[in-house]
């Protein structure tokens, strides 16, 4: 079992930045790959970016990549999602995710087969 609590959310103008964290607790974070996913209002939730268990291997959706970064500190059992040069398009409920790094049904950037979840953080951009 993992439990996830995400932090760093808020408002923030247009062109600013955020960094939010989601800290995960057990032993055993490492054999987790790690996701971030957003869900704006009236809209599905959607894959944000995502980093294997070894941190080698990153993902970002087309829509954020060049302005947020995803890392991890196995040794404290975080990860991170520094996002910068924000825009109103990018106001959501994010939420941290984790699922076992050797779930082979999906890759691994997507939301299948990752079974834990936090409880989301508001990122607010006002233009």
């Known amino acids: 079992q993992v439990q996830l609590v995400e932090s760093g959310g808020g408002l923030v103008q247009a062109g600013g930045s955020l960094r939010l964290s989601c800290a995960a607790s057990?032993?055993?974070?490492?054999?987790?790959?790690m996701g971030w996913f957003r869900q704006a209002p009236g809209k599905e939730r959607e894959s944000v970016a995502a980093i294997i268990w070894s941190g080698r291997t990153t993902y970002y959706a087309d829509s954020v990549k060049g302005r947020f970064t995803i890392s991890r500190d196995n040794a404290k059992n975080t990860v991170y999602l520094q996002m910068n040069s924000l825009k109103p398009e990018d106001t959501a409920v994010y939420y941290c995710a984790a699922r076992r790094s050797d779930y082979s049904g999906s890759i691994y950037y997507a939301q299948a087969g990752y079974e834990y979840w936090g409880q989301g953080t508001q990122v607010t951009v006002s233009s």
């Open positions: 057990g032993r055993t974070f490492s054999r987790y790959d």
